[in-house]
């Protein structure tokens, strides 16, 4: 399951990965500032130069943590970091819940898609001094993570922590993966995990 998920982003579309976040951002060729040749840069940077590694326990709670006080409580926040994981579980979230992701694509492409689009937004509405490109590579490395923790499944001790935190969606019905059957979070999780096959 690993070295599937590893060989997915290897093989991800930055193409249609930027097409994506456009379309989130209203479109166009330069979408809220955003130009599809700059997203394209920061895809390829990312998986050009960061190993294929899971998130861990402490990972997916520093996301909740990010996620909570930038999307729960509205706080500005001038680290990357948080502002990178905050948007990557938000375009989780969102995938997994049935959002509109038109612009072509794989789930690993739909994700980073998401993810830039969430980043951009986080940037221009709970930015305190981060750099755009800098928020970008931060939520693009942090789904990714996201990406492979889900990808492992039950043999990641993240997966169910990380599944709880996603929840459900018209998404995720009807879609089954045999390998994961231990209680309702993991059967969740197997839903979810069709989406990416």
Same mark, same amino acid.
């Given at each position: 399951?690993?070295?599937?998920?590893?060989?997915?982003?290897?093989?991800?579309?930055?193409?249609?990965?930027?097409?994506?976040?456009?379309?989130?951002?209203?479109?166009?060729?330069? *979408?809220?500032?955003?130009?599809?040749?700059?997203?394209?840069?920061? %895809?390829?940077?990312?998986?050009?130069?960061?190993?294929?590694?899971?998130?861990?326990?402490?990972?997916?709670?520093?996301?909740? %943590?990010?996620?909570?006080?930038?999307?729960?409580?509205?706080?500005?926040?001038?680290?990357? /970091?948080?502002?990178?994981?905050?948007?990557?579980?938000?375009?989780?979230? %969102?995938?997994?819940?049935?959002?509109?992701?038109?612009?072509?694509?794989?789930?690993?492409?739909?994700?980073?898609?998401? *993810?830039?689009?969430?980043?951009?937004?986080?940037?221009?509405?709970?930015?305190?001094?981060?750099?755009?490109?800098?928020?970008?590579?931060?939520?693009?490395?942090?789904?990714?993570?996201?990406?492979?923790?889900?990808? /492992?499944?039950?043999?990641?001790?993240?997966?169910?922590?990380?599944?709880?935190?996603?929840?459900?969606?018209?998404?995720? *019905?009807?879609?089954?993966?045999?390998?994961?059957?231990?209680?309702?979070?993991?059967?969740?999780?197997?839903?979810?995990?069709?989406?990416?096959?």
């Amino acid at each position: 399951m690993l070295e599937q998920a590893a060989s997915l982003l290897n093989n991800v579309n930055v193409g249609h990965a930027a097409d994506i976040a456009q379309q989130q951002l209203g479109g166009g060729n330069a *979408a809220n500032g955003v130009d599809k040749n700059m997203l394209q840069d920061v %895809m390829s940077n990312v998986l050009g130069n960061n190993p294929s590694t899971a998130a861990d326990q402490n990972d997916v709670s520093f996301a909740k %943590m990010a996620f909570d006080k930038i999307y729960g409580q509205g706080q500005k926040s001038s680290s990357p /970091q948080d502002l990178g994981a905050a948007s990557a579980l938000k375009a989780f979230q %969102m995938f997994a819940g049935g959002g509109n992701t038109s612009g072509g694509g794989g789930a690993s492409e739909k994700l980073a898609g998401l *993810a830039m689009s969430e980043g951009m937004k986080l940037f221009t509405s709970n930015n305190a001094g981060a750099g755009k490109n800098d928020i970008l590579k931060s939520a693009v490395l942090w789904v990714m993570k996201f990406f492979m923790t889900h990808q /492992q499944g039950n043999s990641n001790p993240a997966f169910n922590t990380l599944m709880g935190l996603v929840g459900g969606g018209s998404n995720t *019905a009807n879609m089954t993966n045999p390998t994961s059957n231990a209680g309702q979070t993991s059967s969740l999780g197997s839903k979810i995990l069709g989406k990416f096959m």
